[in-house]
């Protein structure tokens, strides 16, 4: 890890946003699947038709038609939104996506874009393919929660708003249309990316270092939860034990935090330190039958 954990992290990050990504080039597939959760969920590379299909229509039509635009906004985003692209990651199973993404759609219709040939990528949240399409057009692109609406001018990322906006859609996109300062939700995890990610397995000491820098600006134990599971989907077996572990110091009072770290442990072959990880959740929640089976079970 680098010895200044957050030197220059501001810096670092908007340099990270404006690396240069490919837009999905990927075949549009509009497909429906039964995940291995046995949930019936779009997958893949889709075109927006499908949001009126039976099973998505009402939650489209409820969020959409509720709400009210803001029209000063939509004009200003008119001109800026000319000769730019937009791809959105997204859950047909994810509340958020539900909320946020008939609402950007009818931002962008009443500025004049053709939402017709937006591109829609749905993407699982079955544990073996969390966060991912199908299609996998989620690699290379940092999709570690949804929606996530990635803005580009030809082949260049100009930024992106991460889940929800930080003030509102409209004026969250005009900043970035505007190329002005603009931070998306889960600041913390880009910090974490730009200092201390990677493929090596960190020490108690790097990680409470990062603890200690990352817990001002965290803000919530879901958050690097999300990011570990979308990690571990990957088969990034190491850097996911790395956040499972500095979400444990971070949140040290959630037993759900400490049951997670215990499962990639386990995982690992690290049975020892796994018990020692559910002994911890027992003393959070006494009497958690569940726990105790858990524990018995690497006991024996």
């Given at each position: 890890m680098k010895n200044i954990f957050f030197l220059v992290a501001a810096i670092s990050f908007a340099a990270?946003?404006?690396?240069?990504?490919?837009?999905?080039?990927?075949?549009?597939?509009?497909?429906?699947?039964?995940?291995?959760?046995?949930?019936?969920?779009?997958?893949g590379h889709a075109s927006p038709a499908v949001l009126g299909w039976p099973n998505y229509k009402n939650w489209f039509d409820q969020s959409y038609n509720t709400y009210s635009?803001?029209?000063?906004?939509?004009?200003?985003?008119?001109?800026?939104?000319?000769?730019?692209?937009?791809?959105?990651?997204?859950?047909?199973?994810?509340?958020?996506?539900?909320?946020?993404?008939?609402?950007?759609l009818k931002i962008l219709?009443?500025?004049?874009?053709?939402?017709?040939?937006?591109?829609?990528?749905?993407?699982?949240?079955?544990?073996?393919?969390?966060?991912?399409?199908?299609?996998?057009?989620?690699?290379?692109?940092?999709?570690?929660?949804?929606?996530?609406?990635?803005?580009?001018?030809?082949?260049?990322?100009?930024?992106?708003?991460?889940?929800?906006?930080?003030?509102?859609?409209?004026?969250?996109?005009?900043?970035?249309?505007?190329?002005?300062?603009?931070?998306?939700?889960?600041?913390?995890?880009?910090y974490w990316?730009?200092?201390?990610?990677?493929?090596?397995?960190?020490?108690?000491?790097?990680?409470?270092?990062?603890?200690?820098?990352?817990?001002?600006?965290v803000k919530y134990y879901g958050e690097f939860a999300g990011y570990a599971n979308m990690l571990l989907a990957a088969g990034k077996t190491t850097e996911a034990l790395n956040v499972f572990q500095l979400n444990s110091l971070l949140f040290p009072e959630s037993a759900s935090a400490l049951s997670s770290l215990a499962d990639v442990l386990i995982r690992s072959g690290r049975t020892i330190e796994a018990a020692t990880a559910l002994e911890r959740a027992l003393a959070l929640k006494p009497g958690d039958e569940e726990l105790k089976k858990r524990i018995a079970a690497l006991k024996h």
């Open positions: 990270a946003c404006q690396r240069a990504m490919l837009p999905t080039g990927t075949q549009v597939i509009n497909t429906e699947i039964k995940n291995a959760n046995g949930q019936l969920i779009l997958a635009t803001d029209t000063n906004s939509v004009l200003q985003l008119r001109p800026l939104l000319k000769g730019k692209t937009m791809e959105i990651f997204l859950g047909s199973w994810c509340g958020d996506s539900r909320r946020e993404v008939p609402r950007m219709q009443q500025a004049g874009v053709d939402t017709n040939r937006l591109a829609l990528i749905f993407v699982d949240n079955a544990a073996a393919s969390y966060k991912q399409s199908p299609q996998h057009e989620e690699q290379g692109k940092n999709i570690h929660h949804v929606p996530t609406f990635i803005v580009y001018e030809g082949k260049k990322e100009l930024g992106r708003i991460i889940e929800s906006p930080v003030l509102s859609l409209e004026k969250d996109l005009l900043s970035i249309l505007k190329h002005e300062s603009y931070h998306p939700n889960y600041q913390a995890i880009a990316q730009e200092n201390a990610s990677g493929g090596s397995a960190m020490d108690l000491t790097e990680l409470q270092r990062a603890a200690a820098q990352l817990k001002p600006i």
